[in-house]
């Protein structure tokens, strides 16, 4: 997870996280820890005041395994400020619903973001599911980015943004 | 029918915009086939054998003679003079080149039409019955709400990268045509005891490797929570299903794995969530809207018999069989559906020419009230045909090679294009439908037959359906040469079942004797009045395996 | 996919879908993508059928082809022909139309 540029918001951003790995102490710098040690840690962790991100993993789990349980979060959610989802492929698409759980069902207002293998394509989709942080490779720039996320003028349906979606917009 | 509006348009434009940018970038290398494979796919383009395919969207099976038209146009223009109907109800195109697709594509989209969803791990092209809003006894026409579905998975952002590809069918009629518990949903459009319209709900059929019948997840959703409960239904899938084995990752299988009632307990659970916010409750003026594109046609009132019709049938054997086989009963006095084959004697199933094309879009102008349909079983209809003007419309189908006397018999058989197109092909499929239709092409013989669906796959992905034909054939590949194994007993309809395996494969020589043999030990053993399939569910596969290995 | 090189193939050649069109091509002697099955190269063992699929994918293949793969031939006399009926095909075109494909261009010259 080096080697990229945050785009938040649609706009480019500073880093101002670390991935911390699960034996590396904590700091008072803004941390994106793991979900077994925010389970394991729970107590301690409410100790701390710095900004706190947890990422959501859906590999190294075991082959059959589907990935982390985006609902385990749920007596967190008050105290993150970040939730990374990790997209495995870019043919995994289970974190989009996981987006739209956080956003919709336990109406998460913090940072939402997108690391992992995630194509050009899918920029849009996942924006839509309530994704506004996305890292970005080196080699791209903001303007194209941007030229992905207005590729298609609209949508049918809602999701996790302000667009309502034709089939509710039409008759209004 | 639908007609798209300026946002409909739009967006289908965007798609096209969106896809030429993708084959460009495919060309000049920025995308590697790894990368470009699920976008091409996501817009209907698949390699197989010779060429790329594309696969053409005709939502719920309508067309209105101008796509008709257009489909024909694009079959002349950028293939090879013909098209190939398939179980999805879509068209395929066997020859298109990659970097004509973009053009191809612009040129459908004037016609309303488009090849988005028709692959890729998505919520596919919605099917339905191809009688839909012309034969009696419907709760309503089962297009407003497959139009509503259509709409709303569309560039659906949660659902176009699942476990799976992702099929859903709708019927609202007693007898299903549309197949629809072997589909992902299956969707029954009823009326309750207070007369409102709501939903059924069957949930993980399928086919291919494993194939199972849906189960039924619910009696009744209310018409305006239907999207809801959809919704739930594909979350529960997208978080669940397996991602770890392609044949493990169809719905079906988590169906299946987690068991019915726990299946159920999820989706209710999940359904209660997202319909507390109402957010996904279709308001009525839309459906509203929706609704008044599929009003029934101006029809006239007419006497519910035609002297004109019932004297060709008098004066003219040949019509008199097209009718009693491929003309079924209107809802409307005066009124017939008529079946166009595409199951000549010795011809390849669901293929049709742009010449034949172009006729049929012109009978549908003139005496179908402007509309085609496409059936899960590889034929065509014309909806709404006058009595007085069948005979007419006969003749002008006889004279293009469209007007074989054989629906629902065993000439009408589904086939998937197999080994001389596909690129996972075990074997050849249409060859053997060709060498069966040939062996039975006597028509008197098919009647006395009576009604018998043989379906053939070239592979277990199933295609051809051959899991649910009365007579499945699935071809096999042992060493680089073709075997064929039979099934019997599979259906499609209200009754869904999976055939069960004969025994061991038979040989390219072989398989039509083996066939005629299945069909022999029928008529030997049946009682009156019973079709195949009755035989075989009264007498069990044992006559059969006697009858085939002995 | 099915029927594609038997592990005890002696003979064996590579093929591809070119990129612009589809179309089946054969990798020939002289390292191009070619049309006809009679033109391409025909490996003599594993380890020539090897350096061979490896000459026919070197980093810009995806430029110009989908999916090289080494597939079995056999000896017909003073040629080869494919092994399989899959590659017979695609070296062909569909056996339900005899008017498509190569074996329709092969007729008309
Ligand atoms: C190049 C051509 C094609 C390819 C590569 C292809 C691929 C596949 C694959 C991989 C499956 C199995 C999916 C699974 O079990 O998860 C499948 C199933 C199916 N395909 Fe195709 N197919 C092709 C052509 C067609 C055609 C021509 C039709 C219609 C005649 C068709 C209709 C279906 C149907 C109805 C199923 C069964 C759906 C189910 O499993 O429930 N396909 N296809
Ligand atoms: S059943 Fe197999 S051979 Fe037939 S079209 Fe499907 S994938 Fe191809």
């Not at chain 2, 434009?13 to 086939?33: C, K």
């Not at chain 2, 949930?203 to 619910?218: D, I, L, N, S």
Request: a negative charge; hydrophobic letters at 40%; charged letters at 25%.
């Amino acid at each position: 997870m080096t080697d990229y540029h945050l785009v938040i918001d649609g706009a480019t951003a500073e880093e101002s996280w670390i991935y911390l790995d699960d034996d590396a102490a904590l700091s008072d710098a803004p941390s994106i820890i793991s979900l077994t040690r925010l389970k394991d840690q729970a107590y301690a962790l409410a100790e701390r005041s710095a900004p706190l991100g947890v990422i959501l993993r859906a590999d190294g789990l075991g082959k059959t395994d589907l990935g982390e349980d985006v609902r385990e979060l749920a007596p967190f959610i008050d105290r993150l400020a970040l939730i990374a989802i990790h997209f495995p492929a870019y043919r995994n698409g289970r974190g989009y619903s996981a987006a739209r759980v956080l956003r919709e069902e336990f109406n998460f207002t913090g940072q939402l973001r997108a690391t992992g293998d995630v194509l050009y394509d899918q920029w849009a989709m996942m924006n839509r599911c309530g994704i506004n942080a996305f890292e970005l490779a080196a080699d791209i720039d903001l303007a194209t980015f941007q030229t992905a996320l207005g590729e298609l003028s609209g949508a049918y349906q809602p999701a996790a943004d302000q667009n309502r979606g034709a089939l509710w917009a039409r008759g209004k | 029918m639908y007609r798209y509006d300026e946002f409909d348009h739009k967006l289908v434009a965007d798609r096209v915009n969106q896809f030429r940018g993708q084959v460009e970038r495919r060309v000049s290398g920025a995308l590697s086939e790894d990368q470009f494979k699920p976008l091409r796919l996501m817009n209907g383009v698949y390699l197989q054998l010779h060429a790329y395919m594309l696969r053409v969207a005709i939502p719920y099976g309508t067309l209105r003679s101008e796509q008709m038209r257009m489909l024909a146009h694009i079959a002349r223009k950028y293939d090879r003079g013909y098209g190939h109907f398939t179980t999805r109800q879509n068209i395929q195109y066997n020859w298109p080149a990659l970097d004509e697709i973009p053009d191809l594509l612009d040129e459908l989209a004037c016609v309303e039409m488009h090849a988005i969803q028709t692959s890729g791990n998505c919520i596919r092209n919605v099917t339905s019955d191809q009688y839909a809003g012309a034969i009696e006894g419907e709760a309503e026409d089962p297009r407003i709400v497959s139009e509503i579905i259509r709409q709303w998975s569309t560039f659906h952002p949660e659902f176009t990268y699942l476990p799976r590809k992702f099929k859903i069918a709708v019927t609202a009629h007693k007898n299903d045509r549309a197949a629809i518990k072997l589909h992902d949903i299956g969707i029954v459009v009823k009326q309750n005891d207070a007369g409102e319209i709501g939903y059924e709900v069957h949930v993980g059929g399928g086919q291919g490797r494993t194939p199972f019948v849906a189960k039924k997840m619910t009696d009744f959703v209310p018409k305006a929570k239907l999207l809801a409960y959809l919704e739930a239904v594909m979350r529960v899938y997208n978080m669940l299903g397996r991602r770890d084995n392609s044949y493990k990752a169809r719905i079906k299988i988590l169906v299946h794995e987690t068991g019915e009632e726990e299946m159920r307990r999820m989706v209710e659970e999940e359904f209660a969530k997202i319909d507390a916010s109402e957010m996904l409750t279709v308001p009525q003026e839309e459906i509203d809207r929706i609704s008044a594109y599929f009003a029934p046609p101006a029809f006239e009132t007419l006497p519910a018999d035609s002297q004109a019709f019932s004297q060709a049938q008098a004066d003219d054997a040949d019509f008199a069989r097209f009718v009693r086989a491929n003309v079924v009963a209107h809802k409307q006095d005066g009124y017939a559906i008529v079946n166009i084959s595409l199951k000549p004697i010795g011809g390849v199933p669901g293929d049709a020419t742009d010449a034949q094309m172009d006729v049929i879009a012109d009978l549908a102008e003139r005496f179908s009230h402007d509309e085609v349909r496409v059936t899960h079983e590889q034929n065509l209809v014309l909806p709404h045909v006058k009595l007085d003007d069948v005979k007419t419309v006969y003749d002008a189908l006889a004279a293009h090679e469209l007007a074989t006397a054989n629906l629902g018999l065993i000439s009408d058989q589904i086939a998937c294009p197999g080994l001389d197109y596909c690129n996972l092909a075990n074997a050849r499929s249409i060859p053997l439908a060709q060498e069966i239709s040939e062996r039975f092409s006597d028509l008197d013989r098919q009647y006395d037959i009576g009604e018998l669906k043989i379906k053939i796959s070239g592979c277990i992905n199933a295609c051809g359906h051959h899991h649910v034909g009365h007579i499945g054939i699935l071809g096999v590949d042992k060493k680089g040469t073709e075997f064929y194994q039979i099934s019997l007993g599979g259906a499609a309809d209200e009754n869904a079942a999976i055939g069960q395996i004969t025994g061991r494969a038979f040989t390219e020589e072989d398989i039509v004797d083996a066939i005629e043999t299945v069909v022999t030990t029928y008529t030997d053993l049946r009682a009156d009045g019973e079709r195949f399939i009755d035989t075989y569910n009264r007498v069990g596969m044992a006559p059969f395996k006697e009858r085939l290995y002995d | 996919m099915a029927q594609h090189a038997a592990k005890r193939a002696r003979f064996q050649a590579v093929t591809a879908n070119r990129l612009s069109d589809g179309e089946v091509v054969y990798f020939s002697p002289d390292n191009r993508w070619v049309e006809a099955f009679a033109m391409a190269e025909v490996a003599d063992g594993a380890e020539a059928a090897e350096t061979l699929l490896a000459r026919a994918m070197p980093a810009d293949f995806e430029a110009h082809v989908l999916e090289p793969y080494l597939f079995e031939v056999l000896e017909d006399g003073q040629a080869y022909k494919p092994a399989s009926v899959r590659e017979t095909i695609r070296a062909a075109g569909p056996t339900v139309r005899l008017d498509l494909g190569k074996q329709a261009e092969a007729k008309a010259e």
